[in-house]
């Protein structure tokens, strides 16, 4: 009788309890669904002894501690060490809405967890059933189901209903708990299309990264080293965070103390992509350099970082050491983060790198929207929604980014091609017109020593004869004038005026072959007007030798001044042939020059004409040999017709 004020406070206590438990929402499981949701149907508790067992949490008193959970997916924050990190227990009630026993599965998607243990409670309080504890230090065949995530499996009867605690543990990172209840019977499935997902996002990122490992052989443009990295990066994200490496790595995750590791490929993404972009949107050469010096200050940052990460391997910190060392971690984790808004800005802004600005704009957006979505759900800025906690969505944005920045870079890839396609064409061309200048240029200094040649010849050959024969004789005539006294001015008379007609006809052919070289080429015209003026003013002067002109064709055609001077050299030897051999009255020079520059020169006398020797021109017929020298000087063929007088032909 002296307790019973004891036992009724018992029972008030009871009661409270009850009507505590009871007013938290229940998880009615039926067996038409597959997997069901428990956002809303949450509450926790955080224990600050770290001592608690699930007998101390259903005490009335913890029970009534209790807090619901206000955001889709549970989240406490960051933790940074074992000092500050409080087991916390999640408890939510679910209820068997179908007569026969129902089997389910408790879904944890995070791998990182240091302890996770599961309680199943009847209405009396009493556990029905205990998991072992399990955590990312345990390997997966030693877990309830040999997975990379945590499942916790949990048989209700026939219309029972349960409550259910989870009791979570992590000493480092973000305390975020991705919790979910999955019918035992699609685990296969849901377990396979995990699988499939991610060994398409993995096989994605792997193929590109191969891809871009061409693109840099092919190039040696160093962009490509660094997209490599950021996809390296990228692989390692996923590989750790979605629990890859604690199943198929155990190992190699205690390669940096504790859970670093979990921090070491995140730290080379965000890294790694500010390395990409100091290339991609590089502005060092422009009056924004100052932000490719901030680059390089932050890249310094991630040595700092990557230290952090190792400094336990050289010396133990203590908690205060530790405290701040993940502090400044914290910061640096997330230096490169306003330095690459910084690039896009001013890409943008100052029209550096417009186009590719947007592009990795657009592309990075949905991956670190998601990422900052969940930085500020951690500090509570705003809620932790389902994307900001499931890797799925972080793959299909990650997808999304190497497709988009592939694009890009193929298609500068492309640009650059062509860019340099077009400079090997202009260099080609260059290459191609100075070749041409260069053949020119000895085209025509060898046409100059040709052409010099040949005004040496035409010089020695006639003016120069005639010149020697003009020294000649004054020289005789001064021999016989120092012997003997003038006796006979006659004959001294008669040789004079020969000298004389032999310097004028000097003068003649000097002027010829100056008027013939004055210009690089005259027209037919002018050819023309000027074979009429040597014949009226020389041939004519011979009695009973009648010459006429006749020119056809296109008189505007030009000729170049080798071959007006040629031509004339051929007229004036056939027509001195017709005054000292052939005995004609008439002659015709014919000339017609056809406008693609075929010439014909035709050179027709009435005479008395001559005969071949054996078929062939004599060699003592110097002046026909001249005349077919002159033509083969031309590119032409030289002919001489002895019928009916005789005919001189030149086809050029």
Request: charged content about 15%; aromatic content about 14%; proline content about 4%.
């Amino acid at each position: 009788m002296n307790n019973w004020p004891q036992s009724i406070l018992l029972l008030l206590g009871s009661c409270l309890l009850m009507l505590h438990v009871s007013a938290q929402p229940v998880v009615r499981l039926a067996s038409a669904s597959d997997g069901v949701s428990l956002e809303g149907h949450l509450v926790y508790f955080q224990d600050s002894t770290h001592i608690r067992t699930v007998s101390d949490v259903l005490q009335p008193k913890i029970q009534a501690a209790f807090s619901s959970v206000t955001t889709p997916v549970p989240n406490f924050g960051y933790v940074t060490g074992l000092e500050a990190a409080n087991p916390v227990w999640l408890r939510f009630r679910v209820q068997n809405a179908d007569p026969q026993p129902q089997t389910w599965l408790t879904e944890i998607d995070f791998w990182c967890f240091d302890e996770l243990q599961l309680f199943v409670v009847d209405g009396q309080n009493r556990v029905l059933s205990a998991s072992p504890v399990i955590g990312w230090k345990t390997p997966v065949n030693e877990r309830l189901r040999q997975h990379r995530h945590y499942w916790f499996p949990f048989t209700l009867g026939g219309r029972q209903n349960v409550t259910v605690y989870l009791r979570m543990l992590k000493r480092r990172g973000t305390q975020i708990v991705p919790i979910k209840l999955i019918r035992e019977s699609v685990y296969e499935s849901v377990v396979q299309r995990g699988y499939l997902f991610w060994g398409g996002v993995l096989f994605t990122l792997s193929f590109v990264a191969i891809v871009s490992l061409f693109f840099f052989l092919a190039t040696f443009d160093r962009i490509y080293s660094k997209y490599i990295l950021c996809l390296f990066g990228l692989l390692g994200f996923f590989f750790i965070n979605d629990g890859f490496m604690n199943q198929f790595a155990f190992e190699t995750q205690f390669w940096l103390p504790r859970q670093n590791v979990y921090f070491l490929f995140p730290l080379i993404l965000f890294y790694s992509q500010l390395l990409f972009v100091r290339s991609f949107l590089t502005l060092r050469h422009t009056p924004s350099y100052r932000w490719h010096t901030a680059g390089t200050v932050v890249l310094w940052c991630g040595g700092f970082c990557l230290l952090a990460l190792t400094a336990e391997w050289f010396w133990p910190l203590t908690p205060t050491a530790e405290l701040v060392l993940m502090r400044i971690f914290s910061v640096f984790y997330w230096f490169p983060m306003p330095v690459i808004v910084a690039y896009i800005v001013v890409s943008i802004v100052r029209g550096y790198h417009v186009r590719e600005a947007w592009l990795y704009l657009v592309a990075v957006s949905p991956f670190y929207a998601l990422n900052l979505g969940q930085v500020f759900a951690n500090f509570r800025i705003i809620p932790t929604y389902e994307p900001v906690a499931d890797f799925t969505y972080y793959g299909m944005a990650a997808l999304f980014e190497v497709l988009a920045l592939t694009f890009g870079l193929a298609y500068r890839y492309k640009l650059d091609r062509d860019q340099t396609e077009r400079l090997m064409q202009e260099r080609t061309r260059q290459q191609q017109r100075t070749y041409e200048a260069e053949v020119q240029t000895l085209a025509m200094k060898n046409s100059l020593l040709v052409e010099k040649e040949r005004i040496a010849r035409d010089l020695h050959d006639n003016v120069g004869a005639h010149l020697a024969f003009v020294v000649t004789n004054l020289t005789h005539i001064s021999d016989q004038a120092e012997k003997h006294p003038v006796s006979n001015g006659r004959e001294w008379a008669g040789q004079l005026r020969t000298i004389v007609t032999h310097t004028r006809e000097a003068v003649k052919l000097l002027r010829e072959t100056i008027w013939a070289i004055h210009q690089e080429s005259f027209t037919v015209e002018e050819f023309s007007e000027r074979l009429n003026q040597y014949i009226n003013r020389y041939v004519h002067e011979a009695d009973g030798l009648h010459v006429d002109v006749v020119v056809t064709g296109s008189q505007t055609q030009r000729l170049t001044s080798a071959q007006v001077l040629n031509l004339f050299r051929i007229v004036q030897e056939a027509l001195n042939n017709v005054m000292k051999h052939a005995r004609a009255t008439t002659a015709t020079v014919q000339l017609g020059v056809q406008s693609g520059g075929h010439i014909t020169l035709r050179i027709r006398d009435n005479g008395r004409g001559f005969t071949w020797a054996n078929g062939a021109m004599h060699e003592n017929h110097y002046g026909l040999q001249n005349m077919q020298a002159r033509a083969r000087e031309l590119g032409g063929t030289f002919r001489v017709f002895a019928e009916d007088g005789t005919t001189v032909e030149v086809e050029v």
